[in-house]
């Protein structure tokens, strides 16, 4: 199974252009599971609630519907970061969209990053994993900051992820430190979609550190994009071989946890 990460730097405010690349990369990308980074489809820095607002839409609008109608013709999970609004409230999400719409979902960013948390509400869904049979996968989300907590990878992986997906957008560097330490203690894939670019809205330049990476479950860089560049990255993924978490005759990394020892 292929999967792709799209790199790229989105345009604040400008819907109508993002989604325009967004399709042509959905329509021409020839994997069965294709990522965007987080908030793709609007930018990043809003101002306020009110701004945010204007920009914040649900699962199923019309913004997405190409999107849908991509994943349903050409048998496609696409996986969106967007701003999802849910009557007064706004979660920062990433859209999971199936070939088989039933499916669809949105996973809400469980730890709000910086200024994130005066204009986002916290995830109230919890850490989710979608078996989508046609595929025999296991896909589990995260997004962005939420790699600090290395809970959030742990509780996907005990909850059967074969793979994460990770709609970013990373103002540091030193995320790959860890990332690839999620996947091999919890032999996963692990798929981390950042953006490029700078925002300057809120009197700060943001730098968007780019360096997507999709990781083996050993840990490995499978596929890897350059700090500042728009690119598609891809590897193939067995999920099945992440599914077995012994690693000889006599450990196994989920059953050998002593959790009455863990806070
Ligand atoms: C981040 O969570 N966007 C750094």
New binding site residues.
């Given amino acids: 199974m292929k999967i792709s990460v799209v790199q790229f730097c989105p345009i604040f405010g400008d819907i109508e252009s993002n989604k325009k690349k967004m399709i042509q990369y959905a329509q021409n990308i020839d994997s069965s599971i294709i990522i965007f980074p987080?908030l793709a489809l609007t930018g990043y820095d809003f101002k306020n609630k009110e701004e945010l607002s204007q920009y914040a839409f649900d699962i199923n609008s019309e913004i997405l519907s190409e999107f849908r109608d991509i994943a349903n013709n050409s048998d496609k999970i696409i996986v969106i970061g967007f701003p999802e609004k849910e009557g007064n409230n706004y979660f920062n999400s990433a859209a999971l969209i199936f070939p088989d719409e039933k499916f669809n979902t949105t996973y809400r960013k469980t730890h709000l990053?910086y200024r994130e948390r005066f204009i986002f509400a916290e995830n109230n869904k919890g850490f989710f994993v979608v078996h989508y049979p046609d595929f025999d996968l296991n896909l589990g989300t995260m997004i962005?900051?939420d790699w600090r907590f290395p809970e959030a990878a742990r509780t996907l992986a005990l909850k059967g992820a074969d793979i994460i997906a990770c709609p970013?957008?990373?103002?540091t560097t030193v995320w790959d430190i860890s990332m690839p330490s999620r996947a091999l203690e919890n032999k996963i894939y692990l798929a981390v979609a950042n953006r490029t670019g700078t925002e300057n809205r809120n009197g700060e330049n943001l730098i968007f550190n780019g360096s997507s990476k999709i990781y083996s479950y050993n840990g490995t860089i499978l596929s890897q994009a350059n700090y500042d560049n728009e690119i598609v990255i891809s590897a193939d993924i067995e999920p099945k071989q992440t599914r077995n978490k012994s690693f000889n005759e006599f450990n196994n990394i989920f059953t050998d946890r002593r959790i009455q020892f863990y806070l």
Wanted: glycine share 0%; hydrophobic share 40%.
């Fill in positions: 987080e990053f962005c900051y970013s957008n990373l103002v």
